[in-house]
T-cell receptor, first 115, second 114 residues
Framework: AQSVTQLDSQVPVFEEAPVELRCNYS??????LFWYVQYPNQGLQLLLK??????LVKGINGFEAEFNKSQTSFHLRKPSVHISDTAEYFC?????????????FGKGTKLTVNP | KAGVTQTPRYLIKTRGQQVTLSCSPI?????VSWYQQTPGQGLQFLFE???????NKGNFPGRFSGRQFSNSRSEMNVSTLELGDSALYLC?????????????FGPGTRLTVL
């Protein structure tokens, strides 16, 4: 089975500061990795995904993440955050095989960007 | 293209009742998945339907069921509601259901059980 650990439940930062949201996963098989964002009273929106190839993945809204297989990590980064980035961020994995694979989510990290 | 739509957005029920939630996927998407989101357990997979067949199921009791229609719209039903069923129920659709396909989520239905 797969599992995801998001190491920080809350991350407060100031506007224009860099941010890193940490994600570690556990799996005995190859996985695909995802970061989703959830704004208040909304569903989840995909920020980026890693399927294969380059370990540095660029997503929407200036976010990027780096896949590190040896450390089983997929940390999300942004060099300069805005107030509008305040939201909850979820890391997720799915098995990289089979026809129908569910997403397994971490518990989420609430990012608060302060002026 | 219109996104994933879920109805109703909010529901209040009492213990013991049953409830049906509806999800309309993005046009052309044949796979619909359901997830439950609670503060304590986080996001948990309920089930996935593809071409009217359930092809993956999470670890939930039989009170939770679903179905998919020929137009890919899906419903989930929860019978004999318990207080712990209070949650945000999210529906997600994708094209063929393969693991590389992006899942697009709806805004959710917030169910409150009193």
């Amino acid at each position: 089975a797969q599992s995801v650990t998001q190491l920080d439940s809350q991350v407060p930062v100031f506007e224009e500061a860099p941010v890193e949201l940490r994600c570690n996963y556990s799996s005995s098989v190859s996985v695909y990795l995802f970061w989703y964002v959830q704004y208040p009273n909304q569903g989840l929106q995909l920020l980026l995904k890693y399927l294969s190839g380059s370990t540095l993945v660029k997503g929407i809204n200036g976010f990027e993440a780096e896949f590190n297989k040896s450390q089983t990590s997929f940390h999300l980064r942004k060099p300069s955050v805005h107030i509008s980035d305040t939201a909850e961020y979820f890391c997720a994995v799915s098995k990289a095989q089979g026809g129908s694979e569910k997403l397994v989510f971490g518990k989420g990290t609430k990012l608060t960007v302060n002026p | 293209k219109a996104g994933v739509t879920q109805t109703p957005r909010y529901l209040i029920k009492t213990r013991g009742q049953q409830v049906t939630l509806s999800c309309s996927p993005i046009s052309g998407h044949r796979s619909v998945s359901w997830y439950q989101q609670t503060p304590g357990q986080g996001l948990q997979f309920l089930f996935e339907y593809f071409s009217e067949t359930q092809r993956n199921k999470g670890n939930f009791p039989g009170r939770f069921s679903g179905r998919q229609f020929s137009n890919s719209r899906s419903e989930m039903n929860v019978s004999t509601l318990e207080l712990g069923d209070s949650a945000l129920y999210l529906c997600a659709s994708r094209t063929s259901g393969g693991p590389t396909d992006t899942q697009y989520f709806g805004p959710g239905t917030r169910l409150t059980v009193l």
